[in-house]
C-alpha cells in the first residue's frame, strides 16, 4: 500500500477533497467511552503524535472521532462547543468558563464531583 494511498474512510474522503487546508474536531475516548479530550487541527494526524509524546492520558485513548470542517472559525466553534458541552476529562482550553458556569448553576458540590472523576480516572482514588 503505497503512502497516498487512504486506509480509513476518512482518509478517503480527505483524499478526495480538492482544498488545500481541512481544519477538522477531533474527539478522544477511553475504552469506557468517556470523552477524554477534545481538539481542533488543521493536520490532526500530526497533533495525535505531538499529543503522544506529551500527555500521559493518552495510553488510555482507544479511539478518535475526527470531524471536519471547511473554515477555521467554524472548527474553533465546534470544539469550544463540544468542550463546554460534553465536558472532557483533560481538557483546559473553555473549560474554566464552563466550569465557573456549571458552579455558578449547581453549586460546589458538581465542582467536587468532577474533580472527584478527574482524580480517580487517573488513579489517585479509588471507588
Known amino acids: 500500500m503505497s503512502k497516498t494511498q487512504a486506509t480509513t474512510p476518512f482518509c478517503a474522503w480527505l483524499d478526495g477533497l ?17 470523552l477524554l479530550y477534545v481538539g481542533m487541527s488543521e493536520d490532526v494526524r500530526r497533533r495525535l503524535r505531538e499529543h503522544r509524546k506529551e500527555k500521559p492520558w493518552i495510553e488510555n485513548v482507544v479511539a478518535v472521532e475526527v470531524t471536519p470542517y471547511l473554515d477555521k472559525n467554524t472548527a474553533l466553534e465546534a470544539e469550544a462547543k ?6 472532557p476529562l483533560f481538557n483546559t482550553a ?17 465542582l467536587f464531583e468532577a474533580l472527584d472523576d478527574i482524580h ?3 488513579g489517585l482514588l479509588r471507588d
Open 18 to 34: 480538492r482544498i488545500t487546508t481541512v481544519y477538522s474536531v477531533y474527539k478522544m475516548y477511553d475504552e469506557t467511552g468517556k
Open 120 to 122: 480517580r480516572h487517573i
Open 82 to 87: 463540544a468542550i463546554q458541552e460534553d465536558g
Open 94 to 110: 473553555h473549560r474554566q468558563r464552563f466550569m465557573l458556569e456549571r458552579t455558578t448553576q449547581f453549586g460546589l458540590a458538581l
